[in-house]
């Protein structure tokens, strides 16, 4: 059996921190944003590279998340301040989200 190397690509994207409510129940302050949801899917079939910026209170947690699945986080640039958050509410349906 051939075994070929994951490909490697940069990502270049929000990493948040999400408040969301719906009909179930609420979570605050979950981890969010594009680049965070994209790297995690491209994980399942590539080795990405996430480029972000994010504020000291994005929490190491979060971070820990993206490289127990082997995305190279070195492009995660922590600054002074808060992190990008977003923060919005789903009705019963489920299809459409107003930012609060």
Do not use: C
Not at 59 to 73: M, P, S, Y
């Amino acid at each position: 059996m051939l075994v070929t190397p994951k490909s490697t690509f940069l990502i270049v994207g929000a990493l948040s921190l999400d408040s969301i409510e719906t009909p179930s129940g609420r979570v605050e302050e979950v981890p969010g944003g594009a680049g965070f949801y994209s790297s995690l899917a491209a994980s399942f079939f590539s080795a990405p590279r996430l480029a972000t910026v994010a504020g000291t209170d994005v929490g190491q947690d979060n971070l820990g998340l993206l490289v127990q699945r082997g995305i190279d986080t070195l492009g995660v640039q922590i600054v002074a301040g808060k992190t990008f958050r977003w923060k919005a509410r789903y009705g019963q349906a489920l299809s459409h989200a107003t930012t609060l």
